[in-house]
């Protein structure tokens, strides 16, 4: 079993949509959790973080975390063009020393 | 400057070279990290260091040889690579090894090994 896996999509919404965007992981006694936005040739950028069950919300973005079901997800309302880029899902596993493990990304692609 | 900046951006090498990468942060942070990005594949995290000190090689093969004189630079040196080691190579800074806060990264640098 992966540590981070996410659907590798890529996933096609129309503009004004909401897209929803899925991880789940294996390590329980995580605690952090990060979604990162990679455009095409460039570099992560991180756009959200939660620690808590529950939802986070900033802007149009919404983290959402249940540790019970080891899932976290991204939703994105009111998803523009500009939105398309590659999802990356990663989780601080302070079991192993406190790192960062990657999902694989899920590729979003919002249509006009 | 600010943030965490990586030189050269693209790097094209044979595999009888020697070269290095740079990463400088300006952020005052403590860690700082390699990771490997290939085509469809996970961030692979390559080396740590925490105050300095390397705390992680995830099993990186010994052709790739980092360096960290101070908590702001770090150096990823490169010889007799193979083309599979092709790829975008990332550095990352954290305030320290364990962070609640995400990681920063650079803008990365292109290797083809040719």
């Known amino acids: 079993q992966k540590e981070v896996e996410q659907n590798s999509g890529p996933l096609s919404v129309p503009e004004g949509a909401i897209a929803s965007l899925n991880c789940t992981y294996s390590?329980?006694?995580?605690?952090?959790f990060f979604w990162y936005r990679q455009y095409s040739g460039k570099s992560p950028e991180l756009i959200m973080s939660?620690?808590?069950?529950g939802d986070k919300e900033d802007g149009r973005f919404t983290a959402q975390l249940n540790k019970a079901s080891q899932y976290v997800s991204l939703l994105i309302r009111d998803s523009q063009p500009s939105d398309s880029a590659t999802y990356l899902c990663?989780?601080?596993?302070?079991?192993?020393?406190?790192?960062?493990?990657f999902g694989q990304g899920t590729e979003l692609s919002v249509k006009p | 400057e600010t943030g965490v900046t990586q030189t050269p951006r693209h790097l094209v090498m044979g595999m009888t070279n020697k070269k290095s990468l740079k990463c400088e942060q300006h952020?005052?942070?403590?860690?700082m990290y390699w990771y490997k990005q290939s085509a469809k594949k996970p961030l692979e995290l390559m080396f740590v260091?925490?105050?300095?000190?390397?705390?992680e090689n995830n099993s990186v093969p010994s052709r790739f040889s980092p360096e960290c004189p101070n908590s702001s630079h770090l150096f990823l040196h490169l010889h007799t690579l193979q083309p599979e080691d092709s790829a975008l190579y990332l550095c990352?800074?954290?305030?320290?090894?364990?962070?609640?806060?995400?990681?920063?990264f650079g803008s990365g640098t292109r290797l083809t090994v040719v």
């Open positions: 990352a800074s954290s305030q320290t090894q364990g962070t609640n806060y995400g990681y920063t």
């Open positions: 390590d329980r006694g995580s605690q952090s």
């Open positions: 939660i620690y808590s069950n």
């Open positions: 990663a989780v601080n596993t302070y079991n192993q020393g406190g790192k960062l493990i």
């Open positions: 952020l005052g942070h403590n860690a």
């Open positions: 260091y925490n105050f300095k000190e390397q705390t």
